[in-house]
């Protein structure tokens, strides 16, 4: 009777310390789950990696596919313009008349390109070169028809506007209280129009 008795509390000693055992496996197994997440996501369950590693490289592909459909800037090679003594005397002389304080002319302009010649009237100066002709005026100048299309541009010296009347355009743009008009004469583009503009010193 003795030795039935221990046997059976020996047992059931066995099975309580294994049923411990297996309670503490399963506790420090779901503490270890809790404490540390899955590679790759934080606490909310996103994945980390391509909520802000993902939404770089979508940024920076952005980036390059808006880049890549700009057009790349148009280079435009200027040489200098002269002016002889009489040049400079004639264009002095139709600016008094025509009441105009201070004129520009370009310093620079694509190649072979010359002064040719000025001209007067209405209050304003007219300056023709063999590719190009500039109106200047104390007052406001204003295109000849409707305006089909006119856009901002931003200059060296401030801002000017393309504005385009019979598929020809024209800049406009303002220094000091000299009023500026430059057109083509002979194909040049807006490019090259603008980076004229930009060499406009006074005379």
Same mark, same amino acid.
């Given at each position: 009777?003795?030795? &039935?008795?221990?046997?059976?509390?020996?047992?059931?000693?066995?099975?309580?310390?294994?049923?411990?055992?297996?309670?503490? =496996?399963?506790?420090?197994?779901?503490?270890?789950?809790?404490?540390?997440?899955?590679?790759?996501?934080?606490?909310?369950?996103?994945?980390?990696?391509?909520?802000?590693?993902?939404?770089?490289?979508? &940024?920076?592909?952005?980036?390059?596919?808006?880049?890549?459909?700009?057009?790349?800037? %148009?280079?435009?090679?200027?040489?200098? $313009?002269?002016? &002889?003594?009489?040049?400079?005397?004639?264009?002095?002389?139709?600016?008094? $008349?025509? %009441?105009?304080?201070?004129?520009?002319?370009?310093?620079?302009?694509?190649?072979? %390109?010359?002064?040719?010649?000025?001209?007067?009237?209405?209050?304003?100066?007219?300056?023709?070169?063999?590719?190009? &002709? #500039? $109106?200047? =005026?104390?007052?406001? #100048?204003?295109?000849?028809?409707?305006?089909?299309?006119?856009?901002?541009?931003?200059?060296?010296?401030? =801002?000017?506007?393309?504005?385009?009347?019979?598929?020809?355009?024209?800049?406009?743009?303002?220094?000091?209280?000299?009023? #500026?008009?430059?057109?083509?004469?002979?194909?040049?583009?807006?490019?090259?129009?603008?980076?004229?503009?930009?060499?406009?010193?006074?005379?």
């Amino acid at each position: 009777m003795t030795t &039935s008795t221990t046997l059976y509390t020996g047992r059931r000693k066995a099975a309580w310390l294994a049923a411990a055992v297996l309670t503490l =496996s399963l506790i420090t197994g779901c503490g270890k789950d809790e404490a540390a997440p899955a590679p790759g996501t934080d606490n909310t369950g996103q994945q980390a990696g391509t909520a802000q590693g993902g939404t770089a490289e979508g &940024s920076k592909g952005g980036q390059t596919g808006d880049a890549a459909a700009e057009k790349p800037a %148009e280079k435009v090679s200027l040489a200098q $313009i002269t002016y &002889s003594d009489a040049d400079r005397k004639g264009i002095a002389d139709v600016a008094k $008349i025509q %009441e105009l304080g201070k004129v520009y002319v370009p310093q620079q302009g694509t190649a072979d %390109e010359k002064f040719d010649q000025v001209g007067g009237g209405q209050k304003q100066v007219t300056l023709k070169y063999a590719k190009m &002709s #500039i $109106i200047e =005026s104390a007052s406001e #100048i204003k295109p000849a028809g409707t305006a089909e299309k006119e856009e901002n541009v931003t200059l060296k010296q401030g =801002s000017g506007k393309f504005v385009t009347v019979g598929g020809q355009d024209t800049l406009y743009l303002k220094m000091d209280d000299t009023f #500026i008009a430059l057109q083509s004469a002979k194909g040049l583009t807006r490019a090259e129009l603008q980076a004229i503009a930009e060499t406009l010193a006074p005379l």
